[in-house]
Each structure stands twice: as structure tokens, then as C-alpha cells.
């Protein structure tokens, strides 16, 4: 009895061990059902098995398979229903066989329609007499007429999301869902590369502004079978907010300057808000995406930025600098050809003395002098600055820091830039003659 049982138990276990792998008749199909829309290439995955050896006569015949087939059916598939038959030349091109006559029995089928849908089976014969078998139950193919379609999974009414918001798109048919990963993704018409995506979805953990665009699905093997688009509305806080000048450049006295406040927001900014920070701390100086500064004179020179907001929040930009530039005055202009060429011909008599004789101590003091001198005229003009969140003395120093980071010469019609030279000119020169 104790042998009995022990005997029927491993009986079972060959039993189980065996399906696919062993000797056993069987046919397997990895996916059960396949989802997709019309115009698409379908792939039924198919393997099988059979007893290695049959008996005749006592005595033992290797198995070959002299037939395979496919059938749409609910039914037993048998060679007058076929779909494909290894006997007969393939009378449907676009059902191709895939496998071969030991194992593998995929098959593919392209360019699907809605009459192929149905339950596909797959059958094998053998050499010997007895030895055919269809694989149940099948796989039930579903073709929609429809496109592939993007739909969100989500808690939120009218598809609009918050930032942080955990998001799940879908690709489905409209009435199935695909559970491959045979579909491929885009957002804006690019394919999405940096994503994981799983089977038919793309999960966002927590969606970001970043996120915001067009979404599509598309099968893998012909991106042109694609869903329409579907907007990710994510609503969204001001980001990047700058301030743009125009003119660039440099800004005279008297002339117009007009800032612009550019931000990214969804919905759009709704109000803008200008600020100017001096000594006296930060002013409200405006609103509306534009600030336009007519006939600036030098008090208007300072640290300007402006804040964007909508119903998600504000941001403020940083802080641009406004230098305005003393006007040049026409009046001066001779006074400066008198000033050049009075230091030309200093320079020349200069140079004839230097030939003479040379010192360079002197000469180290003259460039320092020339240096200083320069520094005074030297005017900035815009220049992007620090966070305006920085404290307001902080912000008031650095402009003088700023200002010597651009160095423009705008100073040639002063001539007290050139004074200097003369002046110490005519040091050497006494020096000089002393020395002699
Ligand atoms: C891709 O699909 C389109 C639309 O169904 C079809 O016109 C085109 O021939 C297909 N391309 C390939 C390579 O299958
Ligand atoms: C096959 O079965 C399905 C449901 O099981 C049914 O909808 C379909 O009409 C059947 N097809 C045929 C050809 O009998
Ligand atoms: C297939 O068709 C032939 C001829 O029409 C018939 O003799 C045979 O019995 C059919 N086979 C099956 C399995 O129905
Ligand atoms: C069967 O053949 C198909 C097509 O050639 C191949 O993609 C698949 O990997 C094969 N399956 C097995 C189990 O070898
Ligand atoms: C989203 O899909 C997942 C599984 O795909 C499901 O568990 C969850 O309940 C769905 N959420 C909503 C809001 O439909
Ligand atoms: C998304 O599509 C809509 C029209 O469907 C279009 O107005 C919008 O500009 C598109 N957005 C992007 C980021 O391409
Ligand atoms: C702001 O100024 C720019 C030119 O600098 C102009 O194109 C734009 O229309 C102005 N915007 C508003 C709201 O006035
Ligand atoms: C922008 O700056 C103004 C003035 O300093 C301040 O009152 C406001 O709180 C700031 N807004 C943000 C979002 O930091």
C-alpha cells in the first residue's frame, strides 16, 4: 500500500515536471489575449511539444511533425478552416509563420483588420497515425477601428493637475487594453527615451512643470498607428522669471528704456509687479508685464526686478542694473581736439626727452596715475545681478562692484582724462632738466 502511493505520487510529479519541457502533447501561448488597433502587426508567441519516441510494433520511432496549422475557430482547428497550413502555399500574405516544425509556432499577422478578430489555435501532426493535437483554448485577438487613445488615470475632474500631482497615462483602444510593450510613447512628437515605461502606461510619480505637453502612444513597430494627442495640463507657479532691457546697450540721459517681465506660468501670469531697490530699501514701481522708463535721467539708475503671479503662486526675477550715462554734450568737442593735440605734441616732446633719459621709477608713477584717472569715468551699463533676497545694503555696495566689472570708455570728451598726462609731463620734464 505504502509502495502503491509512493509510486502514484511520483507518477504526478513526472506529470507536472513534464508540460512544455518534457514528452508530454501540449501547446502554449505566453499571452492570452492581444489588444490592438487596425493597421498593426500582430505577433502570437506559440511554443510546443510532443513525446520524443512513439511504439510500433514493439518497437520504438522518433516523433517528427509533418504538419503544422492555424485556425481562427472556437472550435477544433482541422485542415479545411485553416488559416495557415504548412501543406498548402499560404493563400493570406499577410499571415506569416513565424516558427518551425520542432518547438516554436509563432506566428505573425500584419496590417490587422476588424474581420481578425477571434480565437486563434494552433495544431501539429506527427508521423504517427494518432499523433495531432490542437492547442486550447487559444488566443482571442481584439482589433479596434478606432486609434489608439490616451487617457489619464487619475483623481482629478477635467484632467488638470497640480504639480506633485501622481499621474498615470494609458493607451488603450476604447474597448481593450493592450498588455504589451509593443506600444512606444511621445511627448511633442518626440519619442520619450527617459522615461520607464510599463506594458501600456506612463507613470509620473510627481508630475512637474517639466512635464507639461503633449502626450501620444504609438505602436512600436509602425509609429505612424498613433493615438491623437493628449494635453498634461499641469498647472503650475511662475518659473523663470527674468527681466529683459530695451534698448540693449547703452542708455543715455533723456533717452527710453522699457523693461520686460517674461515668465513661465500655467495659467499665464495674471499680474506683474515692478520693484526698484536704492538706499532708501525696495519700491513698488510699476505693474504690467512692461515698465517703460521715458526720458531717464541719472536718479532712474539702479537695481530693478520685477514679480510674476498667478493663482499657484509668484516668483521674483532677479535684479538687473540701470545705469544711465551722462548725455554727451556737442560743446565739448573742440575743447577735446584743443585737449588731443595739446597732449600729442606733449607726448612728442616727451618721447624726444625720454630719449635722453629714462627713469623708470618715474615712469611707474605716471601709469599709476593714468590708471586712477580712468577709473572715475568708467560707467556700467546693464548688468545682471544678485538675488534682490539679499539685504539691501548688501545689494546697495555691490553696484559700485558692478559697475567696474563692465568697463566702458565713455569718457573721451572730458578732458580731465587728459590733464593728468600733461601735468605730470611737465614734471619730468622739469625733473629732467634739474637733473641736467
Ligand atoms: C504603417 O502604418 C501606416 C498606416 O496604417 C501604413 O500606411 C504603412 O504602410 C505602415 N508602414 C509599415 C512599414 O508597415
Ligand atoms: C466564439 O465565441 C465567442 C464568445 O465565446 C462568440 O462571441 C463568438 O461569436 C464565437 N464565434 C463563433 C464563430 O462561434
Ligand atoms: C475536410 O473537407 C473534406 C472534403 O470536403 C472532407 O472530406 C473532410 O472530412 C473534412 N475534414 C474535416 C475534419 O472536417
Ligand atoms: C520563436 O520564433 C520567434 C520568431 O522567429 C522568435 O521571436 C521567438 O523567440 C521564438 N521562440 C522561442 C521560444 O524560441
Ligand atoms: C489607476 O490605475 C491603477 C492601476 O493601473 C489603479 O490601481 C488605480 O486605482 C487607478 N486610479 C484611479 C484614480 O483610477
Ligand atoms: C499641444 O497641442 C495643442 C493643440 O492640440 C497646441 O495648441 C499646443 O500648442 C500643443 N502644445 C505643445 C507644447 O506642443
Ligand atoms: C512690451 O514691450 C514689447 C516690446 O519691448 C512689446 O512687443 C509688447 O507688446 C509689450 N507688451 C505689453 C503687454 O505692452
Ligand atoms: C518679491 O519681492 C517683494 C519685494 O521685496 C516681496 O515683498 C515679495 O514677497 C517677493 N515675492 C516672492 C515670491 O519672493
Known sequence: MGVEYSLSLWGMTLLILSGVYGSDWAVSYPRRTICTVRGSSVIIRCSYNYPKEFTVHSQS????????????TNTTCNENISIY??????????????GNKQKNCTLMINDVEEIDNGRYK?????????????????????????????????????????EGDSVTLMCHTG??????????????????????TTA?????????????????????????????????????????????VSPSGQILEG??????????????????????????????????????LAEVSSGDSGHYFCGAQNKHGAENSTAVVLAVAA???????????????????????????????????????????????????????????HNPKRTQEQSVNEEDDVNYSTVHFLSKTTPRNELPFEETEDASVLYSIVRT
Open 61 to 72: 520511432v522518433q516523433h517528427k511533425v509533418t504538419t503544422v496549422m492555424w485556425c481562427k
Open 85 to 98: 497550413n504548412s501543406d498548402n502555399e499560404p493563400f493570406r500574405q499577410k499571415i506569416v509563420y513565424l
Open 122 to 162: 494552433f495544431r501539429f501532426q506527427t508521423n504517427n497515425p494518432g499523433g495531432q493535437w490542437t492547442g486550447n483554448p487559444g488566443v482571442t485577438l481584439t482589433v479596434s477601428a478606432t486609434p489608439w487613445k490616451v487617457k489619464a488615470n487619475s483623481t482629478r475632474k477635467k484632467d488638470t493637475f497640480k
Open 175 to 196: 474597448s481593450c487594453f493592450p498588455t504589451t510593450t509593443e506600444l512606444t510613447w511621445f511627448k511633442n512628437g518626440q519619442p520619450i527615451s527617459n522615461r520607464q
Open 200 to 244: 501600456n502606461t506612463l507613470h509620473f510619480n510627481s508630475v512637474s512643470y517639466e512635464d507639461y505637453g503633449n502626450y501620444s502612444c504609438a505602436s512600436k513597430a509602425n509609429t505612424s498607428i498613433s493615438s491623437p494627442q493628449f494635453s498634461l495640463d499641469v498647472k503650475y507657479s511662475p518659473k523663470s522669471t527674468s527681466v529683459s
Open 255 to 292: 533717452s527710453s528704456v522699457t523693461l520686460t517681465c517674461r515668465s513661465n506660468a500655467n495659467p499665464p501670469v495674471k499680474n506683474y509687479i515692478w520693484f526698484k531697490m536704492s538706499s532708501a530699501g525696495v519700491q513698488e514701481t510699476g505693474q504690467g508685464q512692461n515698465l517703460t
Open 327 to 385: 548725455k554727451q554734450n556737442p560743446a565739448v568737442l573742440p575743447v577735446v581736439l584743443v585737449v588731443i593735440l595739446l597732449s600729442i605734441s606733449a607726448l612728442v616732446s616727451y618721447i624726444c626727452l625720454k630719449r635722453k633719459r629714462v627713469d623708470p621709477s618715474e615712469e611707474e608713477s605716471n601709469r599709476n596715475t593714468d590708471t586712477e584717472e580712468t577709473k572715475d569715468h568708467t560707467y556700467g551699463n546693464m548688468v545682471p545681478s
